[in-house]
């Protein structure tokens, strides 16, 4: 899941769902013919269809003679289920630990079959241009929700701000910071809050979905994690399939067409320069999302 987060309301994106599924015939439109024909589309699950990658990205399977049907939700909790009901074939919308959550909270076992993007966390200040210049005992505030928190935690501690207890996992929480070895304090709020509260605290991670709200420009952090760090792993956005489809050439030659120059291209521009293009492979991403869910599990 990027962390470009589209708020809308659920009923309207079920109601669009069910008006496409129903012109194209319902969820067992084409039983036991291939997915990717013209009358039998791949049917991709996102949160933004109008983002500029998924035309290019349409067309270019187009020319390798896969027709895909993209369809937009505007809210997260909604394309896994569609997925596991068969209403679609793929989803592109969430990293790693999104998929961990739903699978352990659901019983289920959708899979990665492909990476897209990484998008980093920034944190941001008022105050301080570096964070080197923010004080001991400084007060930073993070997203209070399980997803955002465990990585802003990662960030603080990329950071150099504090340090989390050898046992942390990769899921970890405040409880597993350790105090005496960091140089600031740390307070959760609710994620759009982290902007508010910059104007009382020395600093704030804050998630790329309020950044712009806030007259923030992604430029402005005076720090922000890296793609390739131990932390960022559980936050790879992904292409996400059934179990049983894993191995399926289509879907797989799908998510190498999304690594064309021109999807990437366009994906990094409508991001506006913040993405890093991810590429692992599919059983890398798996062997992530078992390491993940056993962590939630624990």
């Known amino acids: 899941m990027s962390h470009r987060l589209r708020r809308g309301a659920a009923l309207a994106a079920s109601a669009a769902l069910a008006l496409t599924l129903a012109a194209c015939g319902g969820s067992d439109a084409g039983d036991g013919e291939a997915r990717g024909t013209e009358e039998n589309p791949v049917r991709i699950g996102v949160v933004g269809a109008s983002d500029p990658q998924w035309e290019i990205f349409s067309d270019l399977a187009e020319e390798e003679g896969i027709f895909v049907e993209i369809i937009d939700f505007t809210e997260y909790p909604l394309p896994n289920p569609a997925l596991t009901d068969g209403d679609l074939d793929l989803n592109q919308f969430q ?10 909270a659901d019983g289920e076992d959708l899979t990665p079959i492909g990476a897209t993007a990484v998008y980093p966390l920034g944190v941001y200040s008022l105050e301080h241009t570096d964070v080197a210049d923010i004080p001991d005992g400084g007060e930073i505030a ?62 704030s991670v804050v998630n790329n979905d309020f950044v712009a709200d806030a007259g923030l420009e ?17 936050y ?14 289509t879907y797989l030659k799908l998510v ?22 991810a590429d692992q492979p599919a059983e890398e991403l798996q062997e992530i999302l078992a390491e993940v869910q056993a962590s939630l599990s624990e």
Not at 153 to 172: H, K, R, S, T
Not at 256 to 277: K, R
């Open 95 to 104: 990293h790693i630990l999104y998929l961990a959550q739903y699978n352990e």
């Open 256 to 277: 190498e067409i999304f690594h064309d120059e021109a999807v990437t291209d366009a994906l990094l521009e409508n991001s506006g320069g913040t993405a890093s293009i």
């Open 236 to 249: 790879i956005n992904i292409f996400v399939s059934r179990a049983e489809d894993a191995q399926n050439e």
């Open 218 to 234: 992604p430029a402005d952090a005076i720090f922000e994690d890296s793609a390739e760090s131990e932390g960022a792993r559980p």
């Open 142 to 203: 993070i997203p209070n929700d399980v997803t955002n928190q465990a990585r802003a935690l990662f960030v603080l501690e990329e950071a150099g701000l504090i340090a989390l207890n050898d046992d942390a996992g990769v899921v970890p929480d405040p409880t597993d910071i350790d105090e005496a070895s960091s140089r600031v304090t740390v307070t959760p709020v609710d994620a759009n809050q982290t902007v508010v509260a910059l104007d009382s605290v020395d600093a």
